[in-house]
């Protein structure tokens, strides 16, 4: 477990399941927050989740590592004043209170924000849900495929008309939605150390997916914009080509004048260059047509390996369009520690960091794998004074495991 970082000191109550809200408590763990999981005495379902396929590799549910590394464990019977009394005994000893319940489940269970408050004044709240906590539908189930691939426009903004829906990637909106929710964390500690004001963070996964097509969002107040525009109508030198192997070049030039010169030279297409259609950026975009041909059957003469330091002598923007086996081999990604190796029981497995670097680095030490069920209530239940007596019977009659 780490022991220093940026959130090193910080303690992070989380009731949350699955990936979303986890994977915000996560974040705050890889840095050094302290975030202990409170689960069910049967566990949170994503232990053992099938959906989607096995998540085991061998006897490990790796899904379960990358959302869960570095926390404590501890299992309650909430529904029970004794489970509930021993959250609230630790929600004492909290700075944040993370969770993912529904506003309904949470106030059955009387934890919402004045149950806590009452307990400890300075709580950071913080909660994540499908749809929002205002409105009709705040207690509506939702899950990263449903609020924010379906409902959040994703699903529609990533399949072309006339298709069938493109189905999500595992976890896409979950841990996109994490980072905004652990974003919210820090910012309300921030606000909490300036001020000693303890706020009450929300994010939900329609949030999430709002914000991420912000710009269509904003772009479709205008009458003329299209969300999926043919693809004849794209700039030529921000398309995408197929190289002799098949592998696909996507180019991202938005201003080629200085190199078109050296453009053509690289590509051997110096016939071209001061041709009338394609001699300016404006040029080449209203003969989109024609020049897309062109390069599609130039790109096509050699394998990537050929194009390679090509392209790269021109310093222009583009990118080879990775296969996921690609992004998970790619040198730059384990130069700047974006995967690295955890150690979970003999085994190594490979596990993906946050986003943000302090110092250098993801991490703050080396990631601890996940939990088992209930590893730590013994001496977390201890440490907020019951006796081992106590814990035991607790344990007999399953209010704790």
């Known amino acids: 477990?780490?022991?220093?970082?940026?959130?090193?000191?910080?303690?992070?109550?989380?009731?949350?399941?699955?990936?979303?809200?986890?994977?915000?408590?996560?974040?705050l763990a890889d840095q050094g927050a302290e975030v202990i999981k409170i689960e069910t005495i049967e566990g949170d379902p994503y232990r053992t989740l099938k959906a989607g396929g096995d998540r085991n590799l061998g006897n490990i549910n790796i899904a379960m590592e990358q959302n869960n590394r570095n926390k404590k464990s501890i299992a309650l019977d909430l529904k029970t004043e004794e489970g509930r009394e021993a959250l609230l005994?630790?929600?004492?000893?909290?700075?944040?209170?993370?969770?993912?319940?529904?506003?309904?489940a949470i106030k059955g269970l009387r934890l919402d924000v004045e149950d806590l408050r009452a307990r400890n004044p300075k709580i950071i709240y913080a909660r994540g849900n499908g749809a929002g906590f205002r409105g009709p539908e705040a207690d509506r189930p939702g899950y990263d495929a449903s609020a924010f691939w379906a409902r959040g426009g994703a699903c529609y903004a990533y399949t072309r008309p006339g298709e069938q829906p493109t189905s999500p990637r595992p976890a896409?909106?979950?841990?996109?939605?994490?980072?905004?929710?652990?974003?919210?964390?820090?910012?309300?500690l921030f606000h909490r150390a300036q001020t000693g004001e303890a706020t009450v963070v929300e994010n939900s996964l329609l949030a999430t997916a709002t914000w991420v097509l912000s710009g269509d969002l904003t772009l479709v107040q205008l009458p003329h914009y299209e969300t999926h525009p043919k693809v004849s109508l794209r700039r030529?030198?921000?398309?995408?080509?197929?190289?002799?192997?098949?592998?696909l070049i996507q180019l991202m030039v938005l201003n080629p004048q200085p190199r078109w010169s050296a453009f053509c030279?690289?590509?051997?297409?110096e016939a071209i260059e001061n041709d009338p259609r394609f001699a300016t950026d404006d040029a080449r975009n209203a003969n989109g047509e024609a020049l897309i041909p062109i390069l599609e059957e130039t790109f096509l003469k050699r394998d990537f390996a050929e194009w390679l330091p090509l392209l790269e002598s021109l310093d222009i923007p583009w990118e080879l369009i990775s296969s996921i086996h690609d992004v998970a081999q790619d040198p730059q990604v384990h130069a700047n520690g974006m995967m690295r190796k955890m150690a979970v029981g003999e085994t190594e497995v490979s596990i993906v960091a946050g986003p943000a670097m302090w110092d250098g680095s993801q991490f703050s030490g080396e990631p601890v794998s996940a939990p088992v069920l209930g590893a730590d209530t013994a001496s977390l239940l201890a440490e907020v004074g019951y006796s081992a007596d106590v814990i035991a019977d607790m344990k007999a009659r399953a209010v704790a495991n």
């Open 172 to 188: 896409f909106g979950d841990h996109t939605g994490s980072i905004s929710l652990a974003f919210g964390i820090a910012s309300a």
């Open 89 to 104: 005994k630790l929600v004492e000893t909290a700075d944040v209170f993370l969770t993912s319940l529904r506003p309904k």
């Open 236 to 247: 030529p030198l921000t398309y995408s080509y197929a190289a002799r192997d098949g592998k």
């Open 1 to 27: 477990m780490a022991t220093s970082g940026i959130f090193s000191g910080v303690r992070v109550i989380e009731l949350a399941q699955f990936v979303y809200v986890p994977g915000a408590g996560v974040l």
């Open 265 to 269: 030279k690289a590509l051997g297409i």
